[in-house]
Antibody, heavy 118, light 113 residues
C-alpha cells in the first residue's frame, strides 16, 4: 500500500524548534519530488516547501524561508522538515505530500499538528 | 503566483441532485505543447487529509466514482457531482498544477440540503 506517515508534531513555545518526519512506503520514494503543505484548522491549503528527487534542489514559501529546512533520506525513505524560530502563525496541520508525474499531489499523509503557543 | 478563486464558498444540495463548483485561475493553465489543462480537484472530508479526485481538468484518479467529473479549459473550470451522495459531504479545492508554486482555491463546502 502506498503510504505517507508523518510524525514529530506537538506543542512548542514561540521561538522553539520541531523536526517533522514523513515515512514513505509502497512506492519508489527516490523517484518523486516531495512537498510539505500546511493547513490552519478550518482554513485552506498552503504549500510550505518542496524538495527534488535527489535532494539537490529545495524551495520555500516566503513565510518560512530562513527558518525551515526540508531534507530527505532516500535510503530510509523519509522526508524531513526542520522548523526553527517557530511563530504562532506556524500553528497548523502539516501534510507530507507526493508529487505525481502529472504534477498534481496524488498521495497525502494523515498530517501532524504543530501548535506554537506559550 | 497564479491565484485560484472558487465559487461559491458553500452550497447545500439535496441527495441525488447535482452539485456544481466553479474555479477560475488568474492566468491560463493550458499547456500548449500537450493541450492539457493543469487543473486538479481535491476532496477533504472532516478530520481527513485532502484526496486527489481529478487532474488535467477532467481525468479521474483511479477509484474515484464516475459521478465526479471535471470540465473547462484555459482559466475557467467546473467540478460536477452528478448525483450527490451523503459521503460526498466535504470541502472541495481546486489547484493549478501548471506552475510553481502550486496554488489552491479557498475551498467550497458541500452540504446536504
Amino acid at each position: 500500500e502506498v503510504q505517507l506517515v508523518e510524525s514529530g508534531g506537538g506543542l512548542v513555545q514561540p521561538g522553539g524548534s520541531l523536526r517533522l518526519s514523513c515515512a514513505a512506503s509502497g512506492f519508489t520514494f527516490s523517484n518523486h519530488w516531495m512537498y510539505w503543505v500546511r493547513q490552519v484548522p478550518g482554513k485552506g491549503l498552503v504549500w510550505v516547501s518542496r524538495i527534488k528527487t535527489d535532494g539537490s534542489a529545495t524551495n520555500y514559501a516566503d513565510s518560512v524561508k530562513g527558518r525551515f529546512t526540508i531534507s530527505r533520506d532516500n535510503a530510509e525513505n523519509t522526508l524531513y522538515l526542520q522548523m526553527n524560530s517557530l511563530r504562532a502563525e506556524d500553528t497548523a496541520v502539516y501534510y507530507c505530500v507526493r508529487l505525481a508525474s502529472s504534477g498534481a499531489f496524488d498521495i497525502w499523509g494523515q498530517g501532524t499538528m504543530v501548535t506554537v503557543s506559550s | 503566483d497564479i491565484v485560484m478563486t472558487q465559487s461559491p464558498d458553500s452550497l447545500a444540495v439535496s441527495l441525488g441532485e447535482r452539485a456544481t463548483i466553479n474555479c477560475k485561475s488568474s492566468q491560463s493553465v493550458l499547456y500548449s505543447s500537450n493541450d492539457q489543462n493543469y487543473l486538479a480537484w481535491y476532496q477533504q472530508k472532516p478530520g481527513q487529509p485532502p484526496k486527489l479526485l481529478i487532474y488535467w481538468a477532467s481525468t479521474r484518479k483511479s477509484g474515484v466514482p464516475d459521478r465526479f467529473s471535471g470540465s473547462g479549459s484555459g482559466t475557467d473550470f467546473t467540478l460536477t457531482i452528478s448525483s450527490l451522495q451523503a459521503e460526498d459531504v466535504a470541502v472541495y479545492y481546486c489547484q493549478q498544477h501548471y506552475s510553481f508554486p502550486r496554488t489552491f482555491g479557498q475551498g467550497t463546502k458541500v452540504e446536504i440540503k
